[in-house]
Structure formats: structure tokens, C-alpha cells
């Protein structure tokens, strides 16, 4: 009877409950094996960038004699580099294209985030017909490499669409302005945009969403309230890359403004401050790192957002 009792008292046994994901993942990459292969990358990264920062401070007869390593046994450094880059000749100066860049880069991701965030919520919950057809096309897209859709588009930006006399789209005339770049920038970033917000909207849990109908919320007030402030770090996220794609780009750039001095970016002006026998190099280097100026300023305040929006798409459990 004893033996009965003690056995009804006795606590089951503890299950053993499994180690999250997100900890095995945070656990692996903690390890000293994945630090010490971190900071081998970051150093071979570095490296190059390095020597071009002190390239930017090297006289042009060291730059074209001399490698930048000789430096530390020689050292020479000025900043007459900068001097002509940020105040030198109408020539040299890298102002207005800066402007330029931002007046690209800003409003073209702000487009992109807009569309594909309400593409997006569209795709994830709202129900019509052929919606998964949309998605995947629309992730069909990403493989179309945007040097194929360049001249139909610079095409149509000037002279339209037109099958024989009907007229699909009339005679724009828009090339060599800021609009251009805005259209094509935002067409070519929104397929990852919407691809990645969809994959983050969609994994919000359904009980939010519709305790919010049942409130009465319709889906303009649910994509205000309830989406925006969820999907803020994958916004970021997308925000990031979006906007240092555009910052950086060339080729867009220079085939919808035409490389004139009033809309083209700082890109363009780099490309050619090298001059036409590539032999300026003392200005590239100074002017690559003005262009730096604003994509670390941006990626360092939306830093933790980036890191969160990273986790927070790649990892579950």
C-alpha cells in the first residue's frame, strides 16, 4: 500500500524540452571557430579598402610610382586629393552630382518601399483570383537580367508605345530627367521588395489579423496599425539594400539621364574623374570615399533594424 502511495506522489519524469533554433544558430555563430573566421574575412575585406583610403592622402607622383604598402617606410601624405575633389574647379567638383544622388537615391526607395510593402499585403491576404500566379510571377521576374529591360524602357520613357496606330502609351518625353530614373529604379528593385515583404507579412500570425476585422478594421487600417509596425526592420532590411543599390548604381543612371551635368549622380561624375587616360587616379580615390559619406551614415542608424529584419525573415522557433 506504501509502495502504491509513494508511487501516486512521485513527479513524472522532466522531457527533455529541444533547444530552439534561433539559440543552435545564435550558439554556432558565437563560437571562437566562427569569430576567428570572421575576423579573417573582415581583415581580407578590409584590406583593399584600406589601401585605397590611404591612396586618397598620397601625392599623384607617389600614387603613379609607388605602391600604397610603401607608405609605411616612406610615408607621404596630403590633402590636396580632397581640396580638389570638394573645392577645386566646376571640373573636378563632386556638389551638384551629390545632390543629384540623393535626389535619385531618396524618393526612388522611398517608391519602392511603398509599392512593394501594399503589393505585398496584397499578395499575403487579401484573397483574388490568380494571386499566386501574380507572386510567382512576379518572383519570376528576379531572373530577368535588367540590362535586357533597359533600351524598351528608355524607348518607351521617350517615345511611347504604339502597335501600328493605336497608341498604348503617348509620347512622354521624359528622358534625361530625375522621373526616368525614379520609374526604372523602382520597377527594377520592386520584384525583390515585394518577394521579400511577402515572405514577412505572410508569417504573421492570422489570430492578429482577424481580431483586428472583428474590430472593424478594414485592410487600409490593418496595413497602418497592425502591418507597418511589424514589418518595420524588414523594411529596413529592404530599405538598406535598396537604397545602396541605387546610390551605387551606374549603368541605370547613365542610360536614363544621359551623364548630363543637371541630373547625373555622383557615379558618373567618378567614372569620369579618372580622366581619358585613366590616369587620375589620386582623384578617384579621394572622390570614391565623398561617395561613402552618406551609405555608412544611412547603414550605421538603420543598423539594428537591418540585423533584426535579417533574424527576424531567416529564422523560426
Do not use: C
Not at 224 to 246: D, Q, V
Amino acid at each position: 500500500m506504501s509502495t502504491v502511495a509513494a508511487a501516486s506522489t512521485s513527479q513524472p519524469a522532466a522531457v527533455p524540452v529541444a533547444e530552439p533554433m534561433a539559440g543552435r544558430v545564435k550558439k554556432r555563430l558565437t563560437s571562437r571557430t566562427a569569430t576567428v573566421i570572421s575576423l579573417l574575412i573582415a581583415v581580407v575585406w578590409t584590406i583593399p579598402t584600406f589601401g585605397l583610403l590611404l591612396s586618397s592622402f598620397r601625392p599623384e607622383r607617389e600614387i603613379k610610382t609607388t605602391g600604397w604598402w610603401t607608405a609605411f617606410t616612406n610615408p607621404s601624405f596630403t590633402l590636396e586629393n580632397y581640396e580638389t575633389v570638394l573645392f577645386g574647379t566646376s571640373s573636378t567638383q563632386l556638389a551638384s552630382y551629390f545632390i543629384n544622388s540623393i535626389v535619385i537615391a531618396v524618393p526612388a526607395t522611398i517608391f519602392a518601399l511603398t509599392l512593394a510593402a501594399l503589393a505585398a499585403y496584397a499578395l499575403a491576404w487579401i484573397d483574388f483570383k490568380g494571386r499566386n500566379w501574380v507572386f510567382i510571377g512576379i518572383f519570376a521576374l528576379q531572373i530577368v537580367p535588367l540590362q535586357m529591360a533597359l533600351i524598351p524602357l528608355l524607348q518607351l520613357f521617350s517615345n511611347g508605345a504604339h502597335i501600328g496606330s493605336i497608341t498604348i502609351v503617348p509620347d512622354l518625353n521624359l528622358t534625361g530627367s530625375f522621373v526616368t530614373v525614379w520609374l526604372a529604379h523602382t520597377a527594377f528593385g520592386l520584384p525583390l521588395g515585394v518577394f521579400l515583404l511577402h515572405n514577412f507579412i505572410s508569417e504573421i500570425p492570422r489570430e492578429m489579423v482577424e481580431a483586428a476585422r472583428v474590430d472593424g478594421a478594414g485592410h487600409g487600417a490593418i496595413f497602418r496599425k497592425l502591418m507597418l509596425p511589424l514589418i518595420t526592420p524588414a523594411l529596413a532590411s529592404f530599405g538598406i539594400f535598396e537604397f545602396l543599390w541605387i546610390w551605387n548604381d551606374l549603368l541605370v543612371a547613365l542610360t536614363f539621364t544621359g551623364g548630363t551635368k543637371d541630373v547625373a549622380p555622383l557615379t558618373v561624375r567618378l567614372a569620369e574623374m579618372a580622366g581619358s587616360r585613366g590616369d587620375r587616379w589620386e582623384r578617384l580615390t579621394a572622390g570614391a570615399f565623398v561617395s561613402l559619406i552618406v551609405p555608412l551614415i544611412v547603414f550605421l542608424s538603420l543598423q539594428k533594424y537591418f540585423v533584426r529584419g535579417l533574424l527576424a525573415g531567416g529564422l523560426k522557433g
